[in-house]
């Protein structure tokens, strides 16, 4: 089995920062993409950043300039700091990891619980 787990939600003034954590545990041979989405309230869930496991990443055009993903493969770990926080950042933030289980296995895409982020104006 495998579990993902997120971390680092809060409540924030425009403008601060916040971490995001997440970390992948159990039965994996292997993590290409992980990646970070979120959803606020009425809308789709849309992609924020993404990172593979050779280190291209990818942003949302709204996000690029103030968030940098980054990861740990060692530790199955993908992070999200988030700078120069607005209103319009105010969702559930899941974090999402394709995992490979086993050699010659499918891969399969794994998400969070979901953590919220608030930003206050």
């Known amino acids: 089995q495998v579990q993902v787990v997120e971390s680092g939600g809060g409540l924030v003034q425009a403008g601060g920062s916040l971490r995001l954590s997440c970390a992948a545990s159990?039965?994996?041979?292997?993590?290409?993409?992980m990646g970070w989405y979120r959803q606020a309230p009425g809308k789709q869930r849309e992609l924020v950043a993404a990172?593979?496991?050779?280190?291209?990443?990818n942003y949302a055009n709204s996000v690029k300039g103030r968030f940098t993903i980054s990861r740990d493969n060692a530790k199955n770990t993908v992070y999200l700091q988030m700078n120069s926080l607005n209103a319009e950042d105010t969702a559930v933030y899941y974090c999402?990891?394709?995992?490979?289980?086993?050699?010659?296995?499918?891969?399969?895409?794994?998400w969070g619980q979901g953590t919220q982020v608030t930003v206050s104006s």
């Open positions: 159990g039965r994996i041979f292997s993590i290409n993409r």
């Open positions: 990172v593979t496991s050779g280190g291209n990443t």
């Open positions: 999402n990891a394709a995992i490979k289980s086993q050699p010659g296995g499918w891969t399969v895409d794994y």
